[in-house]
């Protein structure tokens, strides 16, 4: 019997907010999606208040008149920062895992050899709020999607202190998966739960006793496993060490609208520098690019378009002077004026582990390595995100996006840290 543990962070984007602004304790608090468009995230307090996953900011003002609603916009710097405080706190206390999600992470428990596994838990619990300020809530099973089930039922029961083990209450079980909605149960979409009911299965107990033949017939191999994990059979190992990725992505929307050349040429070379240091952080080489500008599909009044246009590196490459003078010719190539921009991003694509591609006769002619982009990379580490970057990103970011409602980045500027006066 296998025993894995899902710790999942309580409200993660609100919880972060509160972190450093203890005036926010007893305050609902909201997090708003990029450019400050719907809600994201809710304390407790705001989902109390009836305020919806995923409402428009205007259709919330009365409740949060009404309410004293904190409202904030999304602050990734933080979030991110906060996730990996969180996330090497949690490894080093189990003897492997797997983080999920910003908020998620998988532990594996078996070779824990703790006598109360729940005791354990609940130390774990108070130690992660204690490190990080962060609340937890940990569900454990004999496979990850009773995990997943344990973990949700956690944080809905009052009595249960923040933890369930399904794993060694094996008489707990039915009634559990009698409890959890199918569509709450894991890897079961939006789609597969509305067949489901249709059928009259309701519940993750009614899917986990449906025919072999019919789930796999109705939801294939991927709906099977859901079902026998379901009942105790892993399908799904802890994966400890991720796969490499093969793209990376760096994209945003602006505040408002752009037609102007120049500033859509900034955010692209923002972009490219951005997703460059991402592949540089991660080890890995390009071997092509891609990059898409298009206008706003929810403006009904304006011409829409949507642009992109690709090219392959001579050789693969995270150099971020090759990359944004690719992006460069791109953008001239693929450019149409006369339309109202909105979307900007690049992909690096064809990534492999730097130093696996087989080496070209004319490499060190032509990509030498001057050590420029490890200098610049060495010196944002230490002084911040943005410190040193190359001479042609715009200064001024008029296409920037809308947060009003910024939080300062606590733990990743300087400027942003918080003082404290004693006496
Ligand atoms: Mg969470």
């Known amino acids: 019997m296998a025993t894995f543990a899902l710790v999942d962070c309580n409200n993660f984007y609100a919880s972060c907010e509160r972190l450093f602004r203890p005036n926010l304790k007893n305050q609902p608090v909201v997090v708003l999606s990029n450019n400050d468009g719907c809600v994201i995230a809710r ?52 003897p492997s895992h797997e983080v999920y999600s910003i908020d998620e ?51 809905k029961s009052a009595k249960a202190g923040g933890v369930i083990d399904l794993a060694h209450h094996p008489e707990w079980i039915d009634t559990a998966l009698r409890k959890t909605p199918i569509g709450d149960v894991w890897g079961v979409g939006r789609r597969w739960s509305q067949m489901l009911e249709e059928r009259g299965m309701v519940t ?65 070379m923002q972009f490219a520098e951005r997703a460059a240091e991402k592949v540089r952080s991660a080890d890995q080489v390009a071997g092509a690019m891609q990059i898409f500008i298009r206008t706003d599909p929810f403006n009904a009044n304006a011409p829409q378009k949507s642009l992109s246009g690709s090219a392959n590196f001579p050789q693969p490459t995270s150099d971020a002077r090759a990359i944004t003078g690719t992006a460069t010719r791109i953008l001239e190539r693929i ?59 715009g200064k001024d970011r008029d296409w920037s996006m809308r947060r009003e409602n910024l939080s300062p980045s606590f733990t990743t500027k300087w400027a942003d840290l918080v003082s404290v006066r004693v006496g």
């Open 204 to 268: 993750a107990h009614d899917f986990a006793h449906a025919q072999d033949g019919w789930i796999r017939q109705k939801m294939g191999v991927v709906g099977l496993r859901t079902a026998h994990e379901l009942r105790g059979y892993i399908c799904h190992a802890l994966e400890d060490q991720p796969q490499p990725k093969q793209t990376t992505c760096c994209s945003r929307s602006f505040g408002a609208t752009i037609t102007d050349k120049s500033q859509v040429h900034d955010a692209v």
């Open 105 to 155: 992470c998988f532990l594996d428990l078996d070779n824990l050899g703790v006598p109360d596994l729940t005791a354990w838990c609940s130390s774990l619990r108070q130690r992660t709020y204690q490190w990080t300020g962060i609340p937890v809530s940990i569900g454990i099973g004999g496979t990850k999607t009773l995990a997943k089930l344990a973990n949700r039922l956690a944080k």
């Open 335 to 393: 450019w149409r004026a006369g339309y109202a921009w909105k979307k900007a991003g690049i992909l690096l694509l064809d990534l492999s582990a730097k130093g696996s591609a087989p080496p070209s006769l004319f490499d060190a002619i032509a990509s030498p390595d001057d050590g420029l982009m490890t200098a610049m990379d060495q010196i944002n580490a230490k002084y911040g995100r943005g410190s040193v970057k190359l001479g042609l990103a």
């Open 43 to 94: 304390s407790q307090e705001a989902k109390a208040v009836g305020i919806a996953m995923g409402a428009p900011l205007f259709k919330i003002r009365t409740l949060v008149e009404e309410h004293g609603v904190a409202v904030c916009s999304s602050n990734y710097a933080l979030y991110g920062d906060i996730s990996e405080r969180v996330m090497t706190m949690l490894g080093s206390n189990a």
